[in-house]
Nanobody, 116 residues
Framework: QVQVVESGGGLVQDGGSLRLSCTVS????????LAWYRQAPGKQRELVAS???????MYTDSVKGRSTISRDNAKKTLYLEMNSLKPEDTAVYYC??????????WGQGTQVTVSS
C-alpha cells in the first residue's frame, strides 16, 4: 500500500519560513510528477507548485519568488521551501504524486498557519 506522508507544517509568524517535506513509498518515485496543493477554510483546493520527473517546475502566481519546490529521488521525498509567508498562505498543504490518470496518490495534509 502506497503511503504519502507530509511533515513540516506548523505555526509561523508573518514573514517567516517553513520547509514542508513529503515522502512517497512508491517503487519508481523518479517517474512521478509531484505537486503541492493547499486548501484554506471555505476555499477550493488549489495547486501551489509542481515538479515533473525531469525537474521542470511551476508555481502559482501567489507564491512565485517566495517558494521553491524540489525533489530528492534517492530519498523519495518532495520538498516545498516557503519564505516571506503571509497570513493568506494559511491552509492545509497536501502532497500529490501522479504517474498517470489512474495512478495518483494524496497525503493526509499538514497544517500551515501564518499569524499576523
Amino acid at each position: 500500500q502506497v503511503q504519502v506522508v507530509e511533515s513540516g507544517g506548523g505555526l509561523v509568524q508573518d514573514g517567516g519560513s517553513l520547509r514542508l517535506s513529503c515522502t512517497v513509498s512508491v517503487s519508481i518515485f523518479s517517474s512521478y510528477t509531484l505537486a503541492w496543493y493547499r486548501q484554506a477554510p471555505g476555499k477550493q483546493r488549489e495547486l501551489v507548485a509542481s515538479i515533473s520527473s525531469g525537474g521542470a517546475t511551476m508555481y502559482t502566481d501567489s507564491v512565485k519568488g517566495r517558494s521553491t519546490i524540489s525533489r530528492d529521488n534517492a530519498k523519495k521525498t518532495l520538498y516545498l521551501e516557503m519564505n516571506s509567508l503571509k497570513p493568506e498562505d494559511t491552509a492545509v498543504y497536501y502532497c500529490n504524486a501522479r504517474l498517470s490518470r489512474n495512478i495518483d496518490f494524496w497525503g493526509q495534509g499538514t497544517q500551515v498557519t501564518v499569524s499576523s
